[in-house]
């Protein structure tokens, strides 16, 4: 259980130690209200993937009358996944595997040019934790607020306090779970069904599973997924070099701290040692103690100073965004490189080339594919069939997929057999001839049985090849090898 | 007991014991374990009671709501077959001729038939009714008796060579030479002219011979033709296909002994659901005739063609 009172912290202060635990306790972490242009930035960035995560389900996108009108939706029950003019089938999910791997490499190559800016603004983790603490600091105040509240007895105030927190807190997690099903069926409809009760149990048990897990890593995780959960950061801190942007403490400029020094003593540094920089952080770490894990390079400790550096008159960027190999040369006493020229070396071109050359690739695809298939399964129960004047026929099953929102005509024929014919199940066999001539229902695989009919003198087995053609103006055709069997050859 | 105290090192009180020097920590077992323990003793305890555990000499409990797998088994299948009724309800429902024309229940039906037929016809028919010797291949489009839907159907409902039902699929080839009335070189010739017909050995004076053979005492069943009729289940012995084997000694031994192949009647055998999918299913196979069933030049009346096979077949 986290304890988020002060008071179960354990009191380093204490000459006898307790005995040590297993593992430490959460250490409260009350971050203070900053402004600043990396806090605006901040601010862009929640909302605008707030909005994205929120908006997306409610676009329209008209398809016609035989698909789903909704911009982005992952229909299940029809195996079908729409997003925006694309529309993937199951067999095409490589799609969406090479956007997954796209999404890794992004990560890379964002980690690459910028360091951690992923945790820092636009992780989930980070972004819902920044809209927690700030429902915390506008009902029970900022920083020092919250300390006296969470130290102050149960009295009126703290009651009505984190009732309505706890309140905001469910309608947040409850608005995040219940978004998500919203991009699994029509949106507009499961909104109405899910408050009239009408929605399947499966919509209202994911939105409390969502909610739960929302509130749980919101309200009472925050800081710890990224410090103790989060693989992520584990692998960036073995990506990160000398040459990652990563906020850093100019010790050189800010040492030795202090607010007056000593008389008699040496002259102090730039820091004042006012613990803004702690006390604005989301993961409650000193930023003083140079690199770790903890940071998220949010970057607000980097306003915080700069408000400070502003008021005390001195220079800006006593913390900044610096790579370790340019804090050396800074201290060295030369000119730091611009941010903009620290961001391409040699491994994000890498990343990039890696990130663009499988992105142009599923473009390639996506604007190459076809849009009808065919697939052929031959009858092996009886292999072929001898009819009544000598001729020999096999059967296949036949399946004929329209893959775009509108029936198409298409046309089934055979390459490999001399003098074969084919009809259709619903067809009568009289009709048999070298092709068959079918409407094929929008959006939908058609299953056929399809027979195939070769002169009495045929024997042995051959390799055929059907091809599905669309008749339309757009055209298209399609292959798929199979085979057809004859009794062997009488000697 | 009066010995407890706290141990130095790690802070914790001892359990008060001690046997030359050595003592024991007192570090009792976490709350949430024992809580979750205690649960499952009364989980385990409530479990004997509600659900069968106890053996017994004769039988074991029974458990408060008398559960059994058998019951639960049997509760499944019911409810599996609840699930099947309204599909099964409909097909009851749709006529023979009106079912290929709602595609859905039809898939429905002959997926049906099919099960149907790997429990009911495959132990004659094959496994993909492709028959064996003396048994028909289902596949193709040779019948005896009549391919379309109703003729299937017919005899699904009341079998081939059935005695106790009237309106079974009835007919006798005569046994030509075990009773005398063909004797062995006439056989023989009859036999040379049946195979001659479609072109398994090259036409002869046996032949030629076979065929006024055959004028005289085959064509009342087979036609003049001999494409057969399915009035009586003759087959057609013109044609590729040959239940009993196409060469000189099956052809021989079938004149001479006959075949009276049968088949049940499945219509006091299963319900009329089942047999109605087994004749859709038969039917989809790939032979099947058209739904509306056509006029089979195999069925034309015998008068007419008995005169002409036989001025045809007169030396």
Redesign the interface.
């Known amino acids: 259980m986290v304890n988020l009172d002060p008071k179960g912290q354990p009191n380093a202060g204490q000459p006898k130690a307790a005995p040590q635990g297993l593992h430490e306790a959460r250490k409260a972490v009350f971050p203070r209200q900053i402004d600043g242009k990396f806090r605006r930035l901040k601010w862009a960035i929640m909302a605008f993937c707030l909005a994205v995560y929120y908006i997306t389900p409610w676009l329209r996108w008209h398809r016609g009358p035989y698909s789903p009108d909704q911009a982005v939706l992952i229909d299940l029950a029809h195996r079908r996944f729409y997003m925006f003019s694309i529309e993937i089938w199951p067999q095409e999910f490589y799609f969406v595997a090479g956007l997954l791997i796209m999404a890794g490499i992004g990560l890379f190559l964002i980690t690459s040019a910028v360091g951690r800016a992923w945790c820092g603004y636009a992780c989930p983790q980070t972004v819902w934790t920044d809209l927690f603490q700030h429902v915390d600091r506008w009902i029970d105040g900022d920083r020092n607020a919250q300390f006296r509240l969470a130290k102050q007895p149960w009295n009126v105030e703290k009651i009505t306090k984190r009732l309505s927190k706890w309140t905001v807190y469910l309608l947040i997690s409850f608005s995040t779970g219940g978004a998500w099903i919203l991009y699994f069926a029509d949106a507009p409809t499961l909104f109405g069904d899910f408050f009239a009760g009408k929605a399947a149990s499966i919509a209202y048990s994911t939105v409390f599973v969502l909610t739960c897990t929302t509130l749980w890593l919101g309200a009472f995780m925050r800081e710890q997924v990224c410090i103790y959960m989060c693989p992520w950061p584990r692998v960036q801190s073995a990506m990160l070099d000398e040459k990652s942007l990563i906020v850093t403490y100019k010790d050189w400029r800010g040492e030795p701290r202090g607010k007056k020094a000593a008389p008699g003593a040496a002259p102090l540094g730039d820091c004042v040692d006012c613990g803004l920089c702690t006390a604005v952080c989301p993961t409650g770490i000193d930023i003083r103690e140079g690199p770790q894990l903890g940071c998220i390079t949010c970057a607000l400790c980097i306003d915080a100073c700069d408000q400070v550096m502003v008021k005390t008159g001195r220079p800006r960027g006593l913390i900044d965004y610096a790579t370790l190999e340019d804090a050396e040369r800074e201290k060295a006493g030369q000119p730091a490189t611009a941010h903009a020229k620290l961001i391409w070396h040699p491994r994000t071109l890498v990343y990039l080339g890696v990130w663009s050359a499988i992105g142009l690739g599923l473009l390639f695809m996506l604007g190459t594919r076809q849009h009808i298939s065919v697939a052929v399964s031959k009858d092996r129960n009886p292999p072929y069939m001898l009819l009544s004047a000598g001729e020999v026929r096999n059967a296949y099953a036949v399946r004929w997929k329209n893959m775009e929102g509108r029936p198409r005509k298409m046309e089934l024929s055979l390459d490999g057999v001399p003098g074969a014919k084919m009809w259709a199940e619903d067809m009568p066999m009289a009709s048999a001839s070298g092709k068959i001539i079918r409407i094929v229902p929008a959006d939908s695989t058609d299953p056929v049985r399809v027979y195939v009919l070769a002169p009495p003198t045929t024997t042995g087995e051959h390799k055929v090849t059907f091809t599905l053609r669309a008749l339309d103006a757009d055209g298209g055709s399609v292959s798929y090898a199979a085979r057809f069997d004859a009794p062997e050859a009488q000697p | 007991m009066a010995n407890k105290r706290i141990d130095e090192p790690?802070?914790t009180e001892t359990m008060g014991h001690e046997w030359d020097g050595i003592e024991e920590l007192n570090t009792p077992l976490p709350g949430w374990w024992l809580w979750t323990f205690y649960a499952c003793i009364i989980f385990a305890i409530a479990y004997c009671v509600v659900y069968p555990s106890w053996p017994g000499m004769k039988e074991g409990s029974h458990g408060v709501f008398g559960w059994t797998s058998r019951g639960q088994l049997a509760q499944e299948m019911a409810a599996a077959k609840a699930d099947r009724q309204v599909t099964l309800d409909a097909i009851a429902a749709t006529s023979l001729e009106d079912l290929?024309a709602n595609k859905d229940l039809m898939a429905k039906a002959v997926e049906g038939g099919k099960a149907a037929f790997k429990v009911n016809c495959v132990p004659c028919h094959?496994?993909?009714a492709?028959g064996s010797k003396g048994y028909p291949?289902l596949?193709?489009?040779?019948w005896l008796w009549g391919g379309s839907l109703t003729d299937i159907h017919t005899t699904l409902l009341h079998g081939i060579r059935q005695p106790g039902d009237a309106a079974t699929r009835m007919s006798a080839m005569p046994a030509f030479g075990r009773d005398g009335m063909l004797q062995p070189a006439a056989v023989a010739d009859v036999v040379s002219y049946v195979r001659s017909l479609s072109g398994l050995e090259p036409a002869s004076a046996a032949s030629q011979r076979g065929n006024a053979v055959f004028a005289a005492n085959c064509v009342a069943c087979h036609g003049p033709d001999a494409k057969g009729g399915r009035m009586f289940g003759a087959p057609?012995l013109a044609?590729?296909?040959w239940l009993y084997g196409s060469t000189r000694e099956d052809v021989t031994e079938t004149v001479t002994n006959a075949h009276a192949g049968v088949m049940p009647a499945w219509g006091g055998r299963l319900d009329p659901v089942t047999i109605k999918m087994l004749a859709v299913y038969v039917h989809?196979l790939?032979?099947g005739e058209?739904f509306a069933q056509p006029a089979p030049a195999g069925a034309a009346p015998a008068p007419a063609g008995a005169a002409s096979g036989a001025t045809n077949g007169q030396p």
């Open positions: 790690t802070g290929p094959g496994s993909g492709a291949n596949n193709d489009n040779d057609n044609d590729k296909i989809s790939g032979g058209k």
